[in-house]
């Protein structure tokens, strides 16, 4: 049995500001392009909220999974520009919650430290297999 | 000394790619209550951060801080202790024992004179030396002895910050808290019986990430985690405007999961993030499964009149009619809001 709704019949508290708190965000976005991140992790929802919020925003097009010190899932809402971001630790815990308005969440692009290092790796491999080659 | 290494070598040693790097950066802007946009200088200064020694001291308590540390979800207990900070002495968790816990505390102070930090929990009973030993040495000496060239004190539980449960009337044992007897350091509370695992964290992080401890209210308690009262944040603070209270906790008020005031609950005199951050990995905090906050974080809680009595009642002895303090209540209640708008207000603009 899920907990009692204290709003009754009535919205619930958090959910449309954070609505309109997104809309505004995806005016600068489209205006200005600047991203904004929404930390739901500091907000008090009240019980059910947060499935709420998550299911008007829905799933869009986009969801990815990433794993990096634990799973992370990633989806674009039905809102192009929205995304809804799940940080676990390495104890499947949540660690974050966010929503983000941008056009590509700043964590699925690949980093500079991450290509170089994959980069020093593929060259190690070349050179491992020409090595071979040469024996 | 052997220079430890920074957090970013250790995670690059661990094969944890620079997603994963951002990805706890984004963890611990959450935990600090800094806004997203910190994360970049956060992750700036983490990378270069070095472990911080930590020595853990545990006196009149009864470990429940502890447990709640262990199951601190972000950053785990584990990355907490082997990324994050060196915690070179807590007698509870450590496999040593004897004279060989008491050397290890030894050498972690030695090695990082004036650069480590001392937790405690656990009121330190000045009533009598022999109420409370480790390895034979007395708390209050254990304690002067090892905050000496520690760089600052952090109180973890209202036992160590405020005498607690020890220290509640009579006080057999003569108990004080750490501020009581360490003056020329800084001292961080971080009260709560237990306090939440992620306030513990968050403060130690705060440390490792900015070299510096948190802004402090007047009780010394992080003004992030402590700055507003339960009831400022609680979700059920509508049905305390419309005057909906719980009256018994098996009522229809108490199944609609009206306020909880009538009922004891502290909320609008605690300050504390219980309604925000909540407990066991964001599942809940008291007042949402239906029990009125305590006001565990608040001083001298366990006197301060009965958990089951309105504030106003339990303020006054409960010598007044439950009806009248229900009025009462609710005026004090408004005007606990109104303080505490004030004091955020003014926090605000101090900050």
Redesign the interface.
Known sequence: MS??????ESPR?NVEPILNEVMHALDRLLDDGEAT???L???????G?IEELEGQLGTGEIKAR?D???A?RIRETIYPGVWWLD?Y???G????R?IEITRVP??LTS????IAAGRARLHELISRSEETALQ | MKQKPTLGEVLQAKGVSRRGFLKYCAATASLLALPPAMVPRIAQALEAARRPSVIWLSFQECTGCTESLTRSSSPTLEGLIFDSISLDYHHTLQAASGEAAEAARHAAMEENRGNYLVLVDGSIPLGNPGFSTIAGISNVDMLTETVADAAAVVAIGSCAAFGGIPGANPNPTGAVSVSDLVTDKPVVNVPGCPPIPTVITAVLTQFLTFGQLPDLDHYGRPRAFYGQTIHDRCYRRPFYEQGRFAETFDDEGARKGWCLYKLGCKGPITYNACATVKWNQGTSFPIESGHPCLGCSEPDFWDDGGFYRPVSTARIGGGAAFGTAVAAGAAIGVAAAAMSRRRQQKTIKEG
């Not at chain 1, 907990?3 to 009754?8: C, K, L, R, W």
């Open positions: 907990a009692p709704n204290p709003f009754g508290g991140v929404i930390d992790g500091r907000l008090p929802f009240g019980p909220e990433l990096a010190l634990g992370s940080h630790n390495t104890a815990e949540l660690a974050g966010y700043d964590i980093q500079e430290a991450d």
